[in-house]
């Protein structure tokens, strides 16, 4: 089975408008993380945000928030308020494993275009 | 910027060479990660250091291996290179003391095989 499912290969959304990224993972491991990576055109991997399977709340970063739905095993980025800039490939990322000895896992990504 | 460096930035060879790929870390984090992008495999991750000690394998060719330096930089070095090993070589680092486990990517090397 995949490890980090993302189904849509591409999205749009209005300038201004929220758009949600599905994500879902499969894991047995009761301590992981989860990850959200923008890549734009120019390659570069950026951080987004971040949720361990202990944290009780929803991460929040500015604009980014995940929707951790626990049981259903699903992390969806949520991006409000798109801006033109937030046009690129979103991947959803899986950590197992311990702080030092980890494995990673990555989904296939889902490219989003924001429309002026 | 991420404050990850890897260098070189794009590196063309041919088949059966061997190339090193270089990742110094940003300061104070003490692991390093390898992954390898590709258009038919996706992001997959290679390899981790952390201080110096392999800590987790990934999917990482028996042809490719990598290590961490004192001074925390790592290589990776890949032999008897194939056209199928063309791809953007990512480094990443992390603070592990961080609950977060973020990791910082660097620029990427990006890899053409001929």
């Known amino acids: 089975a995949q490890k980090i499912t993302q189904t849509q290969p591409g999205m749009f959304v209005q300038e201004k408008e929220a758009v949600t990224l599905d994500c879902t993972y499969d894991?047995?491991?009761?301590?992981?993380?989860l990850f959200w990576y923008k890549q734009p055109s120019s390659g570069e991997m950026i951080f987004l945000i971040y949720?361990?399977?202990?944290?009780?709340q929803n991460a929040t970063e500015g604009r980014y928030s995940l929707n951790f739905q626990k049981a259903r095993k699903s992390a969806n980025l949520v991006i409000s308020a798109s801006q033109l800039g937030d046009s690129a490939m979103y991947f959803c990322a899986m950590r197992e494993g311990s702080a030092t000895g980890n494995q990673f896992y990555f989904g296939t990504g889902t490219s989003l275009t924001v429309i002026p | 910027d991420s404050g990850v460096t890897q260098t070189p930035k794009h590196l063309i060879t041919a088949t059966g060479q061997r190339v090193t790929l270089r990742c110094s870390p940003r300061s104070g984090d003490l692991s390093v990660y390898w992954y390898q992008q590709s258009l038919d495999q996706g992001l997959q991750f290679l390899i981790q250091y952390y201080n110096g000690e392999e800590r987790a394998k990934g999917n990482i060719l028996e042809r490719f291996s990598a290590q961490q330096f004192p001074d925390l930089h790592s290589e990776l070095n890949l032999s008897s290179l194939e056209l199928g090993d063309s791809a953007l070589y990512f480094c990443a680092s992390s603070v592990v003391s961080s609950p977060h486990y973020t990791q910082y990517f660097g620029p990427g090397t990006r890899l053409t095989v001929l």
């Open positions: 894991t047995s491991d009761p301590s992981y993380g």
């Open positions: 949720q361990g399977s202990y944290d009780q």
